[in-house]
């Protein structure tokens, strides 16, 4: 099965999330990789996922297109004249899809950011039949992020997504009224929050705190639930 992580935009902790959830799904037993068919501004993310995932597949299969531009995948493509055919990215994703239980895959940039030729990240996650995951950040304004993402996903045949509302650091009082307004707006949509990691990346290479743990724990049961795998409980 396919998780397609997106969000609202870019920086907001979508490799966070991916590259913890890969870590903990491996201690868990699953099969999982993850990947960043595209990626820009450089290697940083692409390099974070092959490390949560123990290197189980070479760097290059993690990431077979990526850009030194900080720019979106396309226009940083279409600088040096290059074509990104989303069949060809498609084929990618689903010829590891078939080796592997789990395929945690991370957009670039936020949900209708730019990735090829004529396809953005909303675009592959439909042509993977992914499940979308959208990342938040938890501050003043995520309601109408949380939002604004989950309406351009209505209009697609996509799974329900799930959002995660990543906690800052430094907690605006407006986030105790989130859950409530968003369980009211959004009915359909599973909502998680996923804690400020303190010590991350270097919180990959040790045990994952209980706080963090709980909330994958959670995060896990509610998305196999949906897919409808029997291993819902912690293994
Ligand atoms: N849960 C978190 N705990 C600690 N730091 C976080 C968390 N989420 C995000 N950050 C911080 O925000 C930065 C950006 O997060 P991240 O790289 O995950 O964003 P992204 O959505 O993957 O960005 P991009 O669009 O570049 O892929 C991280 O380098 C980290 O410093
Ligand atoms: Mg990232």
Redesign the pocket.
Known sequence: MIFYIT?N????????????WTRYLRDRGHRVVAL?PL?S?GR??PRLLWESAGRIIPLDEVNPWWFRAPIAPAAAARRIGLRIELPRVVQHVQRLAQQFEIVLV?????LLSPLGTNFDNRDLMQALQARPIV?V?NRLGAVNQTRLVCEALAGTQLPRPHCVL??Q?HHHPAIRTHAELLASYLPQNALHF?????T?PDSLRRAIPPAIRNALTGLTTAVLKDTGDPRTHEG
């Open positions: 969000g935009d870019t920086g907001v902790g979508k490799t966070v999330l991916t590259a913890t960043k990626a501004g940083t993310d991370e957009g670039a940039g936020g990342v950040p990543v906690n650091p996923f804690p400020w990691l303190r991350f």
